[in-house]
């Protein structure tokens, strides 16, 4: 691998990635220095780290919002990573909890927590003297129900990834052949994707929902969501982990922590674990109303 002063940064990659690793490569030199909003999920940190090997480490600032919308875990893993990745880290307190529109918890509600974000963003870049603020959003995000691609798009955020039309798959083996530790982490959005659409966002129910996605993840379920509907928690696990609740320890287990925990009924999705599953109701069209 090249330096980032090369016209050509080599990585060992299959053929057909190669085009368009070498179009992001191009698309970061032609920014010429960043902020990155940086979650610390692989996204981000794929990002992250091509930034800097492409233009070095004084021309990246990574950046990380932090709210109660945020798992704690991911917020204290968010400098040390950016670290690894060789760029300079900083936490930035966003305010969306004080935004009514967003509490309501409406079907575009990423579109005013990314809003929030992106606003306080753009004077950070522009004192830190970069020249543009760019994400992590892939290709494949494109199609899905993103309203805070919106909120990007006002606030004159770039995506090098969808710009170049690299997938989540494309990412996650760039991300291994660069060195990103996180290559293989499951994602982990907002804890506010887990709330029912309409169901007021409260910080105690995230909290709530936190504590029992850390206690599942404690009994060794890597991939997961306790998803909250009111005084009921939905667990979505792979298809494949479904069988491990045949046992009537581990039932028992996890009802008496989610129930002591708040939640009056303790459910397991039979369909298994959907990314984005809380968006099943945008196809039924039963929607919350958009706050305005």
Same mark, same amino acid.
């Given at each position: 691998?090249?330096?980032?002063t090369?016209?050509a940064?080599?990585?060992?990659?299959?053929?057909?990635?190669?085009?368009?690793?070498?179009?992001?490569?191009?698309r970061?030199?032609?920014?010429?220095?960043?902020?990155?909003?940086?979650?610390?999920?692989?996204d981000?940190?794929?990002?992250?780290?091509?930034?800097?090997?492409t233009?070095?480490?004084?021309?990246?600032?990574?950046?990380?919002?932090?709210?109660?919308?945020?798992?704690?875990a991911?917020?204290?893993?968010?400098?040390?990573?950016?670290?690894?990745?060789?760029a300079?880290?900083?936490?930035?307190?966003?305010?969306?909890f004080?935004?009514?529109?967003?509490?309501?918890?409406?079907?575009?509600?990423?579109?005013?927590?990314?809003?929030?974000?992106?606003?306080?963003?753009?004077?950070?870049?522009?004192?830190?003297?970069?020249?543009?603020? &760019?994400?992590?959003?892939?290709?494949?995000?494109?199609?899905?129900?993103?309203?805070?691609?919106?909120?990007?798009?006002?606030?004159?955020?770039?995506?090098?990834?969808?710009?170049?039309?690299?997938?989540?798959?494309?990412?996650?083996r760039?991300?291994?052949? &660069?060195?990103?530790?996180?290559?293989?982490?499951?994602?982990?959005?907002?804890?506010?994707?887990?709330?029912?659409?309409?169901?007021? &966002?409260?910080?105690?129910?995230?909290?709530? &929902?936190?504590?029992?996605?850390?206690?599942?993840?404690?009994?060794?379920f890597?991939?997961?969501?306790?998803?909250?509907?009111?005084?009921?928690?939905?667990?979505?696990?792979?298809?494949?982990?479904?069988?491990?609740?045949?046992?009537?320890?581990?039932?028992?287990?996890?009802?008496?922590?989610?129930?002591?925990?708040?939640?009056r009924?303790?459910?397991?999705?039979?369909?298994?674990?959907?990314?984005?599953?809380m968006?099943?109701?945008?196809?039924?069209?039963?929607?919350?109303?958009?706050?305005?």
């Amino acid at each position: 691998m090249k330096g980032p002063t090369d016209n050509a940064l080599v990585v060992d990659l299959p053929p057909e990635l190669r085009p368009r690793w070498e179009a992001l490569c191009e698309r970061l030199r032609a920014l010429g220095s960043v902020l990155v909003a940086f979650s610390g999920g692989v996204d981000s940190a794929c990002m992250l780290r091509v930034a800097v090997l492409t233009l070095g480490s004084e021309r990246v600032l990574a950046v990380t919002g932090r709210s109660p919308s945020v798992p704690a875990a991911e917020l204290d893993a968010a400098a040390p990573l950016a670290e690894a990745l060789g760029a300079r880290h900083e936490y930035l307190d966003t305010a969306e909890f004080a935004d009514s529109r967003y509490l309501a918890n409406p079907t575009n509600r990423c579109y005013y927590c990314k809003t929030e974000l992106y606003g306080r963003l753009e004077p950070l870049r522009a004192r830190h003297g970069l020249a543009a603020v &760019i994400n992590g959003v892939n290709a494949d995000d494109l199609g899905d129900h993103r309203p805070g691609l919106h909120a990007a798009r006002e606030h004159g955020v770039h995506a090098p990834l969808a710009e170049c039309g690299i997938s989540k798959s494309d990412l996650r083996r760039i991300a291994a052949a &660069i060195g990103v530790p996180v290559h293989d982490k499951p994602a982990s959005p907002c804890l506010s994707s887990r709330v029912q659409y309409g169901e007021e &966002i409260t910080v105690e129910k995230l909290r709530r &929902i936190d504590a029992a996605e850390t206690f599942l993840r404690g009994l060794g379920f890597r991939e997961l969501r306790v998803r909250h509907h009111g005084d009921v928690a939905r667990i979505e696990i792979p298809a494949h982990e479904l069988p491990r609740f045949a046992d009537a320890a581990l039932r028992t287990q996890v009802d008496g922590r989610l129930r002591e925990l708040g939640y009056r009924y303790v459910t397991l999705d039979l369909r298994g674990f959907r990314s984005g599953s809380m968006n099943d109701v945008l196809l039924g069209g039963a929607l919350a109303p958009l706050a305005r």
